[in-house]
């Protein structure tokens, strides 16, 4: 038995009839045959168009940001190398050589940390030749705006470390999609600029009541401390720095007894009081072995610094009282900062010492006892590190063998 299939137009249309309608409006009626189709294309179209934009930012922002990163590992790496060639200058100062006799290990010194510290997961070569610009060494009169020079008498020396990623050293900072739209990558570079302050007038207030300033409070005379360099002095221990021991036998160091020979002995020299007026040997005694503390400073009641043209004046004592024998030998190959005078005037606790230098010094040997004349401190010159250091930007010389720590300039 055949049977009438009909479509739900058809139905529908039989149902509203059979609900009384007449066939006139039923032929207004709309029908699924005479709809008119979507355009499914037009869509398709605009949704490739709005996905190759999306593509493009997110790739743009991919390539941006690994480029920011490769900027702050680049600096990292200028900065790594800067700090790294400072560091081998003071190094060699500590082993006696000069700046420019240091120099070819600061170069490498700077390449190897260079190298230490990647861009891109590769670490940048530096060029060690004098005649590049990768690494520079030299002396600043203001490190944060000044050029470069091969002037000593400038308060600061240091290195400038350039790191280089173009298509020529080491090669440019590639990109990720930015090939699709002819770009491969981008040449980048850093500078750094580390420096050691090597004029140093005075001392600051520590910030904290537990820190301290690494200060002997023993004063020597200017003509004693200058014959240091003619080679006339004594040369009768020696600093093992593996063991941090002094033994008996020379080094090529010149030493220096800081303790007064007899009454009027040579320049007067004595100690000064860092602090309250007439400093007992109970200060002097804590001072030796702690240093100079920030309440000392403030009791002293005037700035621990060398006025330009008119020094500083302490207030002191000529001699040295044999009662901080054990505090100074416990010291013993220790380094300390000492004053430096050029007069003194008065006599015994009233003694005021005219201070013109700050110098860096080890501590050699002590001898308190006995008759006066075997009575020895020894000392010898020593590159020392200070803290709250106040560097001497105007006037002449101001200190010796006294060096700020590596900081970095820019």
Not at 202 to 208: A, D, H, R, T, V
Not at 275 to 298: E, K, M, W
Request: glycine share 10%; hydrophobic share 40%; net charge neutral.
């Amino acid at each position: 038995m055949n049977r009438l299939l009909l479509s739900k137009a058809d139905l529908s249309r039989n149902h509203l009839i059979m609900c009384g309608l007449s066939n006139t409006i039923i032929e207004k009626l709309p029908s699924s045959r005479n709809r008119t189709p979507q355009r499914r294309g037009a869509t398709l179209v605009l949704s490739v168009i709005l996905l190759f934009g999306l593509f493009s930012f997110v790739a743009f922002s991919i390539d941006l940001g690994y480029l920011a990163q490769s900027r702050a590992e680049i600096q990292r790496s200028a900065d790594a190398a800067a700090m790294a060639g400072c560091w081998e200058l003071y190094a060699g100062m500590e082993l006696g050589n000069s700046i420019a006799a240091s120099q070819p290990a600061a170069r490498q010194a700077a390449a190897d940390f260079s190298l230490l510290n990647p861009v891109c997961r590769s670490g940048p070569i530096l060029d060690m030749s004098e005649v590049s610009q990768d690494v520079q060494i030299g002396y600043f009169s203001n490190p944060r705006n000044a050029v470069l020079s091969n002037d000593s008498s400038q308060p600061f020396f240091g290195v400038q470390a350039l790191v280089s990623r173009t298509a020529a050293k080491n090669g440019e900072i590639p990109f990720f999609f930015g090939k699709i739209f002819g770009d491969s990558g981008i040449p980048i570079q850093s500078s750094a600029t580390a420096v050691m302050a090597q004029k140093i007038s005075g001392f600051s207030l520590p910030p904290s009541s537990t820190e301290t300033l690494q200060l002997l409070p023993f004063a020597l005379d200017l003509q004693t401390w200058l014959s240091l360099s003619s080679g006339s002095v004594q040369d009768q221990y020696a600093f093992n720095a593996a063991s941090g021991k002094v033994n008996s036998g020379k080094d090529g160091i010149g030493e220096v007894n800081l303790y007064p020979q007899g009454t009027g002995s040579p320049g007067n020299r004595g100690t000064v009081d860092i602090g309250g007026a007439n400093n007992s040997t109970n200060d002097i005694a804590r001072q030796i072995i702690h240093g100079i503390s920030a309440q000392d400073l403030i009791d002293l009641g005037k700035p621990l610094n060398l006025d330009p043209n008119a020094g500083l004046t302490l207030n002191g004592d000529t001699g040295i009282s044999a009662g901080v024998k054990d505090e100074l030998t416990s010291i013993i190959g220790q380094k300390r900062v000492i004053p430096v005078f050029s007069s003194v005037s008065g006599n015994g606790n009233n003694a005021t010492y005219s201070i013109v230098r700050w110098v860096g010094v080890r501590i050699m040997h002590v001898k308190l006892t006995g008759a006066m004349s075997g009575k020895q401190l020894i000392v010898q010159p020593a590159p020392m590190i200070a803290s709250h250091a106040i560097v001497a930007t105007t006037g002449g010389a101001s200190s010796d063998f006294i060096l700020s720590p590596v900081m970095l300039a820019r």
